[in-house]
T-cell receptor, first 112, second 114 residues
Framework: GAGVSQSPSNKVTEKGKDVELRCDPI?????LYWYRQSLGQGLEFLIY????????KSGLPSDRFSAERTGGSVSTLTIQRTQQEDSAVYLC??????????FGNGTRLTVT | GENVEQHPSTLSVQEGDSAVIKCTYS??????FPWYKQELGKGPQLIID?????GEKKDQRIAVTLNKTAKHFSLHITETQPEDSAVYFC?????????????FGQGTILTVHP
């Protein structure tokens, strides 16, 4: 079956611009996570959605980062006024409740 | 918060040898410990996981051991093959509603030489 799908696979943007990254989780998975992978910081948790509950935003590094999940399925991670330190691979994962995470292949973001 | 330390950062073995990667964690409340394999340009893929009520789990050539008292867990790969070459990450989570809220180790680059 289809796995977690992320788009775009690569994004190059200029410093100060806003970007939107999209995640399509595995059908039926109620939990959705965003992680960031960078050379300096490794894999870091950003935000977590579970069903209709309020998201756990405890990993978002600044208020320039936000995410939403519409209809309990697709999620969008938005980074406003991008900075060079935002350059990283942004990974989305989904799970069927208390079960292992399935990761997508990520969006590689480069801020110039 | 949780802190996970992973060693070694790089590991080179000959095909057929065993490989061992070790991780320690700081939060005694953590009770779920997955291992992920990541190949170039792809997302992490779960290879094995263990919960804190079990001391060891095995799946073919891969095994994980957990010592809750010492707060460390290890990945063992036997009869390594060139296709095992990848980056391996350990992780820890508190379980329950935070099951997927993982703290990752820094990764181990495993190279298996034919």
């Amino acid at each position: 079956g289809a796995g977690v799908s992320q788009s775009p696979s690569n994004k190059v943007t200029e410093k100060g611009k806003d970007v939107e990254l999209r995640c399509d989780p595995i059908s039926g998975h109620t939990a959705l996570y965003w992680y960031r992978q960078s050379l300096g910081q490794g894999l870091e948790f950003l935000i977590y959605f579970q069903g209709n509950s309020a998201p756990d935003k405890s990993g978002l590094p600044s208020d320039r980062f936000s995410a939403e999940r519409t209809g309990g399925s697709v999620s969008t991670l938005t980074i406003q006024r991008t900075q060079q330190e935002d350059s990283a691979v942004y990974l989305c994962a989904s799970s069927a409740g208390a079960s292992p995470l399935h990761f997508g292949n990520g969006t590689r973001l480069t801020v110039t | 918060g949780e802190n996970v330390e992973q060693h070694p950062s790089t590991l080179s073995v000959q095909e057929g040898d065993s490989a061992v990667i070790k991780c320690t964690y700081s939060d005694s409340a953590s009770n779920y410990f997955p291992w992920y394999k990541q190949e170039l340009g792809k997302g992490p893929q779960l290879i094995i996981d263990i919960r804190s009520n079990v001391g060891e789990k095995k799946d073919q050539r891969i095994a994980v051991t957990l010592n809750k008292t010492a707060k460390h867990f290890s990945l063992h790969i036997t009869e390594t093959q060139p296709e095992d070459s990848a980056v391996y990450f350990c992780a820890a989570a508190g379980g329950g509603t935070s099951y997927g809220k993982l703290t990752f180790g820094q990764g181990t680059i495993l190279t298996v030489h034919p």
